[in-house]
T-cell receptor, first 112, second 113 residues
Framework: KQEVTQIPAALSVPEGENLVLNCSFT??????LQWFRQDPGKGLTSLLL?????REQTSGRLNASLDKSSGRSTLYIAASQPGDSATYLC???????????FGTGTRLTIIP | GAGVSQSPSNKVTEKGKDVELRCDPI?????LYWYRQSLGQGLEFLIY????????KSGLPSDRFSAERTGGSVSTLTIQRTQQEDSAVYLC???????????FGQGTRLTVV
């Protein structure tokens, strides 16, 4: 059974800093991994999808990396802004299984 | 619309009543998911549809929960005889076939009183 962990549960950093969010998973036979953000009281917004054959994906100030052998992904946010404050979730989809297994998220606060 | 649409956005119901939650996926998206997010908890998988079929219902918590999808499009999640522990945000997501991104709706916040 796939288990996804995100540590820390909460993180506060000053505006302008670069930061890294972590996601680890127990079953490395993944099909893809997706990063989302969730604002309070809202649904999930897709940030990046990284396929099992890829090592990283970039979108603007965001960069996601994937290391299947160690069961880890990181989301790097450059030059953080107050608007980046949200909960960040990673989700894994395994081969032969259509469902997405989510981590419990990291609540990020950017301090102006 | 351009995104996944869910209705209603909020629903308050009395314990014991039945409720129906609706999801309109992105046009052309054959895969559809329902998830539940309880207060302070992670996302809990409920059911997955491919077209009108539900090959994975493993997350439905009890037989009070059911879902259907018609025309390969709209899906309805029905909760019968609601209980207070059913209070949560119910999220729907869709994607096209293959190794693709899933897109979520804004959710329905269900409160059972």
């Amino acid at each position: 059974k796939q288990e996804v962990t995100q540590i820390p549960a909460a993180l506060s950093v000053p505006e302008g800093e670069n930061l890294v969010l972590n996601c680890s998973f127990t079953d490395s036979a993944i099909y893809n991994l997706q990063w989302f953000r969730q604002d309070p009281g809202k649904g999930l917004t897709s940030l990046l999808l990284i396929q099992s054959s890829q090592r990283e994906q970039t979108s603007g100030r965001l960069n996601a990396s994937l290391d299947k052998s160690s069961g880890r992904s990181t989301l790097y946010i450059a030059a953080s802004q107050p608007g980046d404050s949200a909960t960040y979730l990673c989700a894994v989809r395994n081969f032969g299984n259509e469902k997405l297994t989510f981590g419990t998220g990291t609540r990020l606060t950017i301090i102006p | 619309g351009a995104g996944v649409s869910q209705s209603p956005s909020n629903k308050v119901t009395e314990k014991g009543k039945d409720v129906e939650l609706r999801c309109d996926p992105i046009s052309g998206h054959t895969a559809l998911y329902w998830y539940r997010q309880s207060l302070g908890q992670g996302l809990e998988f409920l059911i997955y549809f491919q077209g009108n079929s539900a090959p994975d219902k493993s997350g439905l918590p009890s037989d009070r929960f059911s879902a259907e999808r018609t025309g390969g499009s709209v899906s309805t999640l029905t909760i019968q005889r609601t209980q207070q522990e059913d209070s949560a945000v119910y999220l729907c997501a869709s994607r096209v076939q293959g190794n693709t991104e899933a897109f979520f709706g804004q959710g329905t916040r269900l409160t059972v009183v």
